[in-house]
């Protein structure tokens, strides 16, 4: 191998040794920029984080696992398409349950480029979490998972 391959092999190693984060590593150069949150700041110094995830179309099922030390909850929904990720679900009222209700929203990350439909099952999507025994002491005698056309509920 000639000293000028040589050189630029052990640069492009060097520099792909860089974290992800890094710009100096060759495999983000081509990658978008975007963000995956959003912060801003308030001129009162309230911070406010915007999510740019939107819910899932439609929550198809839930379910309440009862496991040592609490409840795993598992939401499973469609997507309006194919190519929806990143599955989450988020508590609403700061995970406080309001009147008994425990909220959580059902978001997911769009494409970054139009995907086709296809079926239901290619585009379905599942989010989950843990509750622990002390937070349902607390006085959570359901638990809802919203989407954008409907939402489930399920009792621990």
Not at 42 to 58: A, E, K, N
């Amino acid at each position: 191998m000639k000293p000028a391959g040589i050189t630029l092999l052990a640069a492009t190693l060097l520099l792909s040794a860089c974290g992800n984060s890094a710009s100096l590593n060759p495999f983000n150069w081509f990658r978008s920029g975007d963000s995956e949150v959003v912060t801003v700041t308030t001129d009162d110094g309230v911070i406010v984080i915007q999510d740019p995830r939107v819910l899932i179309d439609q929550v198809t099922a839930l379910r309440v696992d009862d496991t040592p030390g609490g409840v795993i909850v598992t939401a499973t929904g469609v997507a309006a398409s194919q190519g929806y990720f990143r599955a989450d679900l988020f508590a609403l009222n700061e995970g406080e349950p309001q009147n008994g209700v425990l909220t959580y929203e059902f978001r997911v990350l769009k494409p970054l480029t139009p995907q086709p439909v296809s079926t239901p099952q290619s585009r379905e999507i599942t989010a989950g979490g843990f509750i622990s025994d002390p937070r349902l002491r607390e006085g959570i005698r359901e638990i809802r998972v919203n989407g954008a056309r409907n939402s489930r509920s399920a009792r621990p």
